[in-house]
């Protein structure tokens, strides 16, 4: 069984940072992509960052320059490192990684539990 746990999060004032983690433990043979999505209220949940497993990174335009997206391959852990956040990065955040449960080019999409970032003005 395979399971993503997310830690991290909070209030936080504008300006501020803060740090999102996301750890897949259990039985897998390989994670490929993780990334982070954010769901804002009443939003639909848009993509935020994805790293790949040889750390390519894309980011959202919004939050170029201000957010980065790192992992660590030896602890199947991806990072969100939130900088100059403002009220409009408040949000839902999940982590999503692409993970084959067995020697296989197929991966299936698991998902984090969610964590709320708040960002007062």
């Known amino acids: 069984q395979v399971q993503l746990v997310q830690s991290g999060g909070g209030l936080v004032q504008a300006g501020g940072s803060l740090r999102l983690s996301c750890t897949a433990s259990?039985?897998?043979?390989?994670?490929?992509?993780m990334s982070w999505y954010r769901q804002g209220p009443g939003q639909q949940r848009e993509l935020v960052a994805v790293?790949?497993?040889?750390?390519?990174?894309n980011h959202a335009d919004s939050v170029k320059g201000r957010f980065t997206i790192s992992r660590d391959n030896a602890v199947n852990t991806v990072y969100l490192q939130m900088d100059s956040l403002k009220p409009e990065d408040t949000a839902d955040y999940y982590c999503k990684a692409d993970i084959a449960t067995k020697n296989s080019p197929f991966t299936y999409a698991y998902w984090g539990q969610g964590t709320q970032v708040t960002v007062s003005s």
């Open positions: 790293i790949s497993s040889g750390g390519s990174t």
């Open positions: 259990g039985s897998f043979f390989r994670v490929d992509s």
